[in-house]
């Protein structure tokens, strides 16, 4: 028929009551009367229904978009907190590793020095032998 629509904020907006008044009215006023008139109510109202479902789906949509969003923000948050555990326990196995490495470096220190020092005193055992012999 035409290209007028007229959305139920229109309705709203011209303060009256229902959508098909307004329809009737703007129908009337383009001249149609009868079956067309019944007919272009009948367009515009499927025109207005079909438009509410598109919104619908569309806020649907939306919803379930920051709702994977939400979920691939908490996921996100999971794994930067098990990464940020990882690199805390990475830490601290290295700290014991280093402390442990520390250790066995002084034992083999404190072992070279008993070894050297057992060593003198076998020299010292060995001039005194050889200077008493």
């Known amino acids: 028929m035409t290209g007028l629509r007229l959305t139920t904020e229109m309705a709203s907006a011209t303060s009256i009551p229902t959508l098909v008044q307004v329809l009737k009215e703007l129908g009337e006023q383009m001249g149609l009367k009868g079956i067309e008139l019944r007919d272009f109510i009948k367009e515009q ?6 438009e509410r479902m598109k919104q619908r789906e569309y806020e649907k949509e939306q919803r379930e978009y920051e709702m994977k969003q939400r979920e691939y923000e908490k996921e996100q948050r999971e794994y930067e907190m ?6 805390m326990k990475q830490h601290e196995y290295e700290k014991e590793n280093a402390k442990l490495v520390a250790e066995e470096q002084e034992k083999q220190r404190a072992f070279e020095r008993e070894k ?16 008493k012999s």
């Open 82 to 87: 098990k990464q940020h555990e990882y690199e």
């Open 45 to 50: 109202q499927e025109m207005e229904r079909e």
């Open 116 to 131: 050297l020092e057992f060593e003198q005193g076998n020299q010292k055992i060995e001039e005194r032998r050889k200077i």
